[in-house]
T-cell receptor
Framework: NAGVMQNPRHLVRRRGQEARLRCSPM?????VYWYRQLPEEGLKFMVY????????ESGMPKERFSAEFPKEGPSILRIQQVVRGDSAAYFC????????????FGSGTRLTVV | AQSVTQPDIHITVSEGASLELRCNYS??????LFWYVQSPGQGLQLLLK??????LVQGIKGFEAEFKRSQSSFNLRKPSVHWSDAAEYFC???????????FGRGTSLIVHP
């Protein structure tokens, strides 16, 4: 029973390129959350998705960032035209339908923009 | 909006000593409360969680936490720390009306031999 799978583990992009981060939730989990962790900071919520729906994107930057969770396949966090300030660890978590079962995190994708 | 405060950025203890990491939340009703641990370069591992019932919660790796409504606190404790406990610890909460956990900024635990 695999946990939350994130790939790639490490991603290096040049300024102006696009970054695509993938998250496959645990089997049976229909809720996905993306968080960003900047150096020396805690986790900041970005977006909450259910299958084919964005439920809450209040933490997403208004430009260049987008997320999806299609009916089939993993959730994707997409960052267009990356800048140095996007360098961070991006974590995905998933939960079942009812949140009181808790949240399971992936190991994260560490994005470095050079 | 709810918030989670971890007042200690760094905590240093000697191996074998007891540990208490502080966490305060701001939310009127009883929130769901969590403690996670993050080792360097790794993801977050759930140590324990509280939803209702007994206010003293037992977790993995010998950790426990106590929910105190009067103090809006959910402090993490361990009676005897091991060197392998050195890591970053995050407290989180989510309210009954939102599935989105809010995290504190974390407490870095340093263990001296």
């Amino acid at each position: 029973n695999a946990g939350v799978m994130q790939n790639p583990r490490h991603l290096v992009r040049r300024r102006g390129q696009e970054a695509r981060l993938r998250c496959s939730p645990m089997k049976g989990h229909s809720h996905v959350y993306w968080y960003r962790q900047l150096p020396e900071e805690g986790l900041k919520f970005m977006v909450y998705l259910q299958k084919e729906n964005i439920i809450d994107e209040s933490g997403m930057p208004k430009e260049r960032f987008s997320a999806e969770f299609p009916k089939e396949g993993p959730s994707i966090l997409r960052i267009q035209q990356v800048v140095r300030g996007d360098s961070a660890a991006y974590f995905c978590a998933s939960s079942p339908q009812w949140a009181d079962y808790g949240y399971t995190f992936g190991s994260g994708t560490r994005l470095t923009v050079v | 909006a709810q918030s989670v405060t971890q007042p200690d950025i760094h905590i240093t203890v000697s191996e074998g000593a007891s540990l208490e990491l502080r966490c305060n939340y701001s939310y009127g009703a009883t929130p769901y409360l969590f403690w996670y641990v993050q080792s360097p370069g790794q993801g977050l591992q759930l140590l324990l969680k509280y939803f209702s019932g007994d206010t003293l919660v037992q977790g993995i790796k010998g950790f426990e936490a106590e929910f105190k409504r009067s103090q809006s606190s959910f402090n993490l404790r361990k009676p005897s720390v091991h060197w392998s406990d050195a890591a970053e610890y995050f407290c989180a909460s989510s309210s009954g009306g939102s599935y989105i956990p809010t995290f504190g900024r974390g407490t870095s635990l340093i263990v001296h031999p």
